[in-house]
């Protein structure tokens, strides 16, 4: 594993679907000392909420057999979607704050979304990425995973 370093001002931008966080480094690279500069949580809400149409059906062009279609993932797609904006959200953020260096931390799938939908700005102060869900530790936890 490479030794990811959080600088003096460094930004942590920790995420996964339902929630993304924005710490901010007041230590230094050696001694970490995050603080929270934004939250933003999306409300999970029930299947039912998302979505009541029942999966559909295509029947087959020769003969009178038909086949059921896949079932979408509503709740993916609204975790999907919420990670999508929370990287517009840090990537505006970045650049009105002039933040040189971030570290991304997400669970894999996360981290894939984030990938695929970062700008050039945002994807160029980027200095390492974590593949590990570190979303629901306290603040000193995290530091310490950054850390070691």
Known sequence: MTKITVPWKGWVFLCDGAKALVLENAGDAAHLDLKTIDVAVQPVPPTRALGT????RVH???????????????????????VKEAVDHLEKAAES???????VVAPPRALG???????????????????????NLPVGEIEKHLVA
Request: proline share 2%; charged share 30%.
């Open 60 to 82: 087959e062009s020769a003969g009178v057999s038909r086949s059921a279609v896949a079932e979408t993932d509503l709740h993916a797609e609204a975790e999907a979607e919420f």
């Open 97 to 103: 704050h002039g933040v040189k260096h971030i570290v």
């Open 53 to 56: 149409d029942r999966p559909g």
């Open 113 to 135: 979304i984030v990938r695929d939908h970062m700008g050039a700005s945002l994807k160029a102060r980027v200095q390492g990425e974590v593949a590990k869900d570190l979303m």
